[in-house]
């Protein structure tokens, strides 16, 4: 499907959403126009290669390339209109970046439109579409969402950043229906189509492309005060596509052709949740976790993840609340003894007057195929992160972040002349570290326009050659936004 395609088909669902009779309406524009300075400074391992395999386990470091330095301006055109019924919302947000070490210019482009509409007061209809161009993966972007108390990762899959920046696009598309049945009861059908596309010249560095559909099935249901539940049952597609290979000078011919062995794959997920509210400020949670990926081809074997956990969150006050909780995981890959583990979570959030705190501890299976590159399969992972945000003076704010991951990873290794079968894979076990910090201070003043300074360093050390790397990225930006018209 193309990006025409994918528009034309969005705009049709627009058109039901949207309401056929005049509704009390409040619509509004605003506008905004925002100028930064991005420098980014990337030192990686360069590469090496194995004698006896031929492998590449690295690439060649290219200190022109990893350093970025731009200036960048973005406008911004946001319309909203609401009723009592209805809500649409169109937002434009494109940039334009000059790189001060190439003397080009790029066009970057951020477009998001979202309607929702209710049919009767219990059903209510949604969709939206989000189309990115840009060269940025922001290392913490897959984490998971807070859903129920479920831990549902994202329906959004997060891009790596490992191989550094380059330029792609991504194109989302959500559609969803809502049924209420009753208080705090609801089921819910929905789908997600993505589409993810890089420069052709850049794939050399293992960037994948891929189009991806989800299909989703949810129900909550309250049984009373005390009990509730919670389910969600997804099916995922994904097909993969990669350069097409000229045989005769081992060079990427344009366009883009399906693997002749096929990475494509399907994904089964439920998450089914067991909710306790007896004890007052006090909520017992019993889940359990079902992840299962099926390869179409023999590249890669099949696997399953079973994770059960038990948790206990405790409000102490409108300022403080602790969630601690475990249980036992199980995976199991086709051909291969199965391995028990474990699965946990601790988290604090503390809320004060003039900021909060966020530290939490997360241990848990997952399966990481849609990264954007050529990494597929299960991850056994740790991890930690501290958020804070302070406001120092008025109008000043300070926020940071300290994350650390620490993965367990297997990956096959095709080597040359030995291509992978079902019966015989080969499979590379690895481990990655990945540590990010950052701060930010932001100042905002005459009513519209803020300013605001970030500084990230991510570092990350890993088993594989090549994959090791340092980060350093400075943004400057200056940032106009106003409301100008209402009616």
């Known amino acids: 499907m193309t990006s025409r395609q994918i528009a034309g088909s969005l705009g049709v669902l627009v058109l039901i959403l949207l309401p056929t009779t005049p509704f009390a309406r409040t619509n509004k524009m605003t506008t905004g126009l925002s100028t930064s300075y991005d420098y980014d400074d990337r030192q990686s391992e360069p590469a090496t290669q194995n004698p006896a395999t031929n492998i590449v386990l690295g690439k060649e470091a290219n200190t022109s390339?990893?350093?970025?330095?731009?200036?960048?301006?973005?406008?911004?055109?946001?319309?909203?209109?609401?009723?009592?019924?209805?809500?649409?919302?169109?937002?434009?947000?494109?940039?334009?970046?000059?790189?001060?070490?190439?003397?080009?210019?790029?066009?970057?482009?951020?477009?998001?439109?979202?309607?929702?509409?209710?049919?009767?007061?219990?059903?209510?209809?949604?969709?939206?579409?989000?189309?990115?161009?840009?060269?940025?993966?922001?290392?913490?972007?897959?984490?998971?969402?807070?859903?129920?108390?479920?831990?549902?990762?994202?329906?959004?899959?997060?891009?790596?950043?490992?191989?550094?920046?380059?330029?792609?696009?991504?194109?989302?598309?959500?559609?969803?229906?809502?049924?209420?049945?009753?208080?705090?009861?609801?089921?819910?059908?929905g789908a997600d189509f993505i589409v993810l596309r890089n420069d052709e010249s850049k794939l050399i560095n293992n960037y994948k492309d891929y189009d991806r559909y989800t299909?989703?099935?949810?129900?909550?249901?309250?049984?009373n005060t005390t009990w509730k539940t919670l389910a969600d049952l997804s099916f995922v597609r994904g097909n993969?596509?990669?350069?097409?290979?000229?045989?005769a000078t081992s060079e990427v011919a344009p366009g883009l052709t399906r693997n002749n062995l096929s990475s494509d794959l399907n994904e089964y997920h439920l998450v089914a949740?067991?909710?306790?509210?007896?004890?007052?400020?006090?909520?017992?949670?019993?889940n359990y976790n079902y992840i299962g990926t099926q390869y179409d081809e023999g590249l890669r074997n099949n696997d399953e993840i079973h994770q059960s956990r038990l948790s206990w969150r405790r409000d102490f006050s409108q300022?403080?609340?602790?969630?601690?909780?475990?249980?036992?995981?199980?995976?199991?890959?086709?051909?291969?003894?199965?391995?028990?583990?474990?699965?946990?979570?601790?988290?604090?959030?503390?809320?004060?007057?003039?900021?909060?705190?966020?530290?939490?501890?997360?241990?848990?299976?997952?399966?990481?195929?849609?990264?954007?590159?050529?990494?597929?399969g299960f991850i056994d992972y740790w991890d930690t992160h501290f958020l804070f945000n302070y406001e120092l003076f008025d109008h000043i704010t300070l926020d940071g972040r300290i994350a650390y991951r620490y993965?367990?990873?297997?990956?096959?290794?095709?080597?040359?002349?030995?291509p992978l079968i079902s019966s015989d894979p080969t499979l590379v076990e690895y481990r990655k570290n990945l540590v990010t910090t950052g701060l930010g201070l932001h100042y905002a003043f005459l009513r519209y326009y803020s300013a605001g300074l970030n500084y990230t360093f991510t570092r990350q050390n890993s088993d594989r050659i090549g994959d090791d790397y340092d980060d350093h990225r400075l943004l400057f930006s200056l940032s106009w936004k106003q409301e100008w018209l209402r009616w």
């Open 65 to 189: 390339e990893n350093n970025y330095s731009r200036l960048v301006i973005r406008p911004l055109l946001d319309f909203v209109s609401d009723s009592q019924e209805d809500h649409f919302e169109l937002r434009a947000n494109p940039s334009l970046k000059y790189d001060l070490l190439g003397y080009q210019t790029d066009w970057d482009n951020d477009l998001f439109l979202s309607a929702e509409r209710s049919i009767t007061k219990a059903w209510q209809l949604n969709a939206s579409n989000a189309f990115l161009r840009s060269d940025y993966h922001d290392p913490l972007s897959g984490e998971t969402v807070d859903s129920g108390n479920q831990n549902i990762p994202s329906s959004t899959p997060g891009l790596s950043s490992d191989p550094g920046r380059t330029r792609y696009w991504r194109n989302t598309l959500t559609v969803g229906s809502k049924y209420l049945y009753d208080q705090q009861s609801l089921v819910g059908l």
């Open 215 to 223: 299909f989703h099935l949810n129900n909550e249901h309250r049984f």
């Open 240 to 247: 993969y596509y990669d350069a097409a290979p000229n045989a």
């Open 273 to 286: 949740t067991v909710e306790n509210n007896y004890f007052r400020q006090n909520k017992l949670l019993l």
């Open 319 to 376: 300022q403080l609340n602790t969630t601690l909780g475990g249980g036992p995981s199980y995976e199991k890959t086709e051909g291969q003894d199965g391995n028990w583990g474990e699965n946990g979570i601790a988290e604090i959030n503390y809320l004060i007057q003039h900021g909060s705190f966020t530290f939490a501890v997360e241990k848990r299976y997952d399966v990481d195929n849609f990264s954007g590159t050529d990494a597929r």
């Open 407 to 418: 993965e367990d990873r297997k990956d096959p290794v095709a080597v040359t002349g030995s």
